[in-house]
């Protein structure tokens, strides 16, 4: 099968459309009814096998952890880290006491926190034993920044490092943010600064090149909304309740024209949530 394929991938020129299916026709005819179905989902690109990042952290706590129990141990130092192979090769050789000491370290990418949708305000506050914190959805990209001494790298909701693509963005964090150590999560928005509106996330968009930056920084300028911290000054927020965070949040973040902390209120019933959600539409 893999010489077949081999052989479809190199094939070229004129006839090479009937050539391939040629190949593919062979190898099918000589495939059981089984095979056949996954020989077609490779060459379609359609082959799922359904191992995700999860399904090995399971594998791992139960291999090495004595049982799924093990589980949330795992799944820390990964949240923490973002390295999958790192982790594995921790637990592999060293066990639960090696992944336990993995912590948060500034310039290493937390993976995000995500939200869960949920259908009403009365089903969120049955949820969260009825009261709740509800923020502002800025319409821009996600941003967690990293700020060490004079060094501030930013990282997108997929990990990857964007600072090349915001350096104003970089400065503002290095102005604003009175820590020499931290990790804080925001949303960078592209604002009008004639009219003081925000623009469309499309728009934004514009600022993802490689080249041409300054004139981007000029058509497109960002403010920053900031609504979570997750480490300051070697204390580590991420095991901490959200309003301590917030708290954090609104004590290192200077505000400006130009660096915000999401507006949010705190709701005890499904009037005031309903209230504060029209309001941010």
Do not use: W
């Not at 999860?54 to 129990?69: C, F, H, N, P, S």
């Not at 995500?114 to 914190?133: F, T």
């Amino acid at each position: 099968m893999y010489e077949t394929f081999d052989k479809v991938a190199q094939t070229s020129g004129s006839g090479a459309v009937d050539l391939k299916l040629s190949l593919l026709a062979g190898l099918l005819s000589a495939a059981s009814p089984k095979e056949a179905r996954y020989i077609i989902r490779m060459v379609t690109g359609n082959l799922r096998v359904g191992i995700a990042d999860m399904t090995v952290l399971d594998a791992l706590a139960i291999a090495y952890g004595g049982g799924k129990e093990a589980r949330e141990l795992v799944e820390r130092a990964y949240n923490v880290s973002s390295d999958l192979g790192r982790v594995t090769k921790t637990v592999v050789e060293k066990g639960l006491e090696g992944v336990q000491k993995f912590e948060v370290l500034v310039g290493e990418p937390i993976r995000p926190m995500l939200a869960e949708r949920l259908s009403s305000p009365e089903e969120i506050l049955e949820k969260l034993g009825g009261k709740c914190a509800a923020e502002y959805k800025y319409d821009g990209e996600r941003i967690q920044a990293h700020k060490k001494g004079e060094e501030v790298t930013l990282f997108s909701r997929r990990l990857e490092n964007i600072s090349s693509q915001y350096p104003d963005a970089v400065e503002l964090l290095k102005k604003y943010v009175k820590a020499k150590n931290a990790i804080l999560e925001g949303e960078c928005v592209a604002v009008n600064f004639d009219t003081g509106e925000m623009r469309p996330f499309q728009e934004l968009m514009h600022r993802r090149r490689k080249y041409e930056i300054k004139q981007a920084i000029e058509d497109y300028p960002v403010s920053l909304f900031m609504f979570d911290m997750l480490y300051a000054e070697g204390q580590d927020l991420t095991l901490k309740a959200y309003p301590a965070r917030r708290k954090m949040l609104e004590r290192i973040v200077q505000r400006g024209d130009r660096v915000k902390i999401a507006t949010s209120t705190v709701a005890g019933n499904a009037d005031e949530l309903e209230k504060f959600f029209l309001e941010v539409i």
